[in-house]
């Protein structure tokens, strides 16, 4: 740990573990070495890089009165030498160095991570971990399917619920039954199987349970209000409110910047040309929005966006659908965050009859 101290010329250094009270005391220390030296302190900022510690010290430190920032660990511009040094204590100096461009009001020294509340973190943990078990049900699905093939077997579908039971009477083109170890192995995989989706409903049905009990007011009124769209699930929905739509986001730039759905411009002299998708936000909204722009242009077909994307991929001189699917995703965003912060209803599209 470093830090400035006015009326000190050293710039200290400190070894600390990882005890949030210590952190404190070493704070105050340095406070009271600035008194001593005649200067009035009224204000301690601290900053450290995002990471896997997340934000908890942030808001202790911020219980505990003292300014806290978290920096976003992409925003620092470093050296692009091909091997360039790297310890702690340069990377010490260079955070202490943008941090006070940053204090001063300087632009283009580092970028801030907005320090969320518990609630608004443990929010995000029912999709996320549905995410998760989802994934590891389709790693399951398809090493089994790996496997069968290696035995010449085609056409088993690990998925179905009656898989354990017509596991028993697949045989390989010699007509042998599947050998012991592998039919052992496959059981084991589909009792994994069946545990996640236990797993998986669990969580959708404590999900609807909250909804139901949650006042209808922030970003449960925000879920209700987008699952009104015709093609829009309970699941896409929630992950869009606590991943992006309730968050302070100045304008429809910013949202689209975050989501990772900008153009990257590579401009020098007169070569101008796209390098593509910037990629530089929430790579898990902008999955799923790529998602739901495809199963928008099938259930909201007479929508203004639907006919918008028609226009300009139909015909011989049409472009790309994959290339517009994205310019499509980034309009749906923004439409439907105007949905939720100001009520207006993208134009043509057809909402559920109210229950």
Known sequence: MGGAIPGVERQPLKKLAPDEEELLRLLHRWRDEAVKSGHTITRIAVAYEAGRDGFWLARWLLMHEIETHVIHSSSVAVSREHKRAKTDRLDNAMLLR?????????????????????????????????????????????????????????????????????????????ELPIP?????????????????????????????????QAPATGPHAMVRLLTSILGLGLETADMLVQEVLSRNLRDRRALARYAG????????????????????????????????????????????????????????????????????ARKLLIALWRMVTTGEVPQGVVLRPAA
């Open 261 to 328: 759905l900008t153009g990257s411009p590579d401009e020098s002299g007169s070569k101008r040309r796209e390098k593509g998708l910037a990629k530089s936000g929430n790579a898990r909204v902008r999955r799923g929005l790529i998602q739901l722009a495809w199963r928008f242009l099938r259930f909201q077909k007479e929508s203004m966006l639907a006919e918008w994307f028609r226009a300009r991929t139909e015909g011989a001189k049409g472009a790309r659908k994959k290339t517009m699917i994205v310019a499509l």
């Open 180 to 212: 012991s170890n592998s039919l052992d192995e496959f059981r084991r995989n589909l009792a994994r199987l069946a545990m996640l989706r236990e797993q998986i409903a669990a969580i959708e049905q404590a999900r609807l349970e909250r909804l139901k």
């Open 98 to 174: 943008v941090f006070t461009g940053w204090l001063r009001g300087e632009r283009g020294h580092c970028g801030m991570v907005a320090v969320p509340t518990a609630q608004e973190e443990d929010a995000k943990r029912p999709h996320r971990e549905r995410e998760s078990l989802v994934g590891e049900c389709t790693r399951i699905i398809n090493q089994m399917k790996g496997a069968l093939a290696r035995l010449g077997i085609r056409g088993f579908k690990p998925e179905l619920r009656k898989a354990p039971h017509r596991l028993e009477g697949l045989r390989t083109p010699e």
